[in-house]
């Protein structure tokens, strides 16, 4: 089970530290990544933190404004992001699998959300003045 939480309403500019909790199994085996979807759009990756070395990737959506890590004794994963805008309101979920998933594509990493097996139920992020 993944439990995400922090989300809530952020002014632009401002910043957002976000936690999954999981439960059910251990950590450690699995890559967890973040996703968010917007009203009315597909769902994107954010970042992914890979099980076995901590190897981080990030996507374009929000490079050089979000920070992903993990404490897997403590069983959590945790996304920092920064210089929130507008167009960052959005539910932002966590997933987990036993494979990474991501793939590098003309110089960018893209998550395959469809190939992540398990879920959170998302929390919400609203930036807004």
């Known amino acids: 089970q993944l439990l995400e939480s922090g989300g809530g309403l952020v002014q632009p500019g401002g910043s957002l530290a976000l936690s999954c909790g999981f439960s059910g199994g251990t950590l450690a085996y699995y890559t967890v990544a973040w996703f968010r979807q917007a009203p009315g759009k597909e769902r994107e990756g954010i970042a992914a933190i890979r099980s076995s070395d901590f190897a981080t990737y990030y996507t374009d959506s929000m490079k050089g404004r979000s920070t992903i890590s993990r404490d897997d004794a403590n069983n959590m994963v945790y996304l920092q992001i920064k210089n929130l805008k507008s167009e960052d309101t959005a539910v932002y979920y966590c997933?987990?699998?036993?494979?990474?998933?991501?793939?590098?594509?003309?110089?960018?990493?893209?998550?395959?959300?469809?190939?992540?097996?398990?879920w959170g139920q998302g929390t919400q992020v609203t930036v807004s003045s």
């Open positions: 997933a987990a699998d036993l494979h990474l998933n991501v793939i590098l594509r003309n110089g960018s990493y893209f998550i395959l959300s469809e190939e992540y097996d398990y």
